[in-house]
């Protein structure tokens, strides 16, 4: 499979990530995760730099904090 096929599948699909050993499913490679993962790792899996990831998670938690705001008013 071609890196830009890929791609496409892990914006597209739920459960599809970069990781062959675990037949590219997110839910299997979660079932056997132990820890928490790393940006490096997650950044692999989805085929990314890590420091997008960072950024993405900075953006989840600035919405999740507005979003907890209005709900209090």
Known sequence: MEKADMEKKI???IDFIHAPKHQNSLNKFL???ENP???GLI???LLIPAEEVEA???ES???L???MIE???
């Open 71 to 73: 709900d209090e008013e």
């Open 61 to 63: 938690i600035i919405k």
């Open 11 to 13: 914006r597209e699909e």
């Open 37 to 39: 993962c790393e940006n």
């Open 65 to 67: 904090r507005e979003e």
């Open 43 to 45: 950044g692999r899996l």
């Open 31 to 33: 079932a056997k995760a």
């Open 56 to 58: 993405i998670y900075q």
